[in-house]
């Protein structure tokens, strides 16, 4: 029963993130694919979850808190370079 | 497994990606940078914490086995998306993206304009 509930729900958000790739193709501007990409990244987390419910393990959950951490990471590390040029700056008051 | 906890995962589960599917359309339907990241940045995020939150109740009324991985998923999450939406949102407004045509309100133009002169100023 869960399981049928579990398919049916990847089926919904694997159509969310066909929708999600279209954003990141089409986008206008540079800022819509990086914000596509972190919705694509958080979508990720729930279809790991929810295929660790359809195939009945638990062997799969330490992947959520992973994907988490680098859908941040990237999404972080992307800003700071749209909005000053540089990831990590050097220090000019040594 | 008793049927309560069984219709407490399945509405869980079915919220989540309902409201993981209202997002996919805001993002595709939204007009601009703004707009999408609001829906993306709050709606996903309310799908996944629902989603997560089903997870963790059926791995503990199937058989005992409380995840505290998924717990701690689920406080990341909430947490750090809403950082991810602000910062991306600053990125875009910093770098130059437009706002829509048809929006009347820009706060920040003033202030972004009179930090350009204060920094020619120097």
């Not at chain 1, 419910?53 to 990237?74: D, M, Q, R, Y």
């Not at chain 2, 707009?35 to 109740?57: D, E, F, M, P, Y």
Request: charged content about 15%.
């Amino acid at each position: 029963m869960i399981q049928t509930i579990a398919m049916i729900a990847i089926l919904c958000i694997s159509l969310a993130t066909l929708a999600l790739i279209y954003r990141v193709i089409k986008g206008p501007s540079i800022p819509d694919r990086v914000v596509a990409l972190d919705a694509i990244g958080i979508n990720l987390v729930a279809i790991v979850a929810l295929i660790s419910i359809a195939l009945n393990t638990n062997a799969f959950l330490e992947v959520i808190l992973l994907l988490g951490i680098l859908a941040f990471i990237g999404t972080v590390a992307f800003s700071k370079y749209l909005e000053k040029g540089v990831i990590i700056e050097h220090d000019r008051d040594r | 497994m008793t049927e309560i906890a069984n219709v407490f995962i399945i509405v869980f589960i079915l919220l989540g990606a309902f409201f993981i599917l209202v997002a996919a359309f805001g993002v595709i339907r939204l007009p601009d940078v703004y707009t999408r990241n609001h829906a993306a940045s709050k709606s996903a995020t309310l799908g996944v914490l629902c989603v997560l939150l089903g997870t963790l109740l059926f791995f503990y009324f199937k058989d005992g086995y409380f995840n505290s991985r998924v717990v701690l998923g689920i406080i990341f999450i909430f947490l750090t998306s809403p950082i991810a939406g602000h910062l991306i949102g600053r990125a875009a407004y910093n770098s130059g993206v437009k706002l829509w045509d048809k929006s009347i309100r820009d706060d920040l133009k003033n202030v972004s304009k009179a930090k350009d002169t204060a920094g020619k100023g120097q």
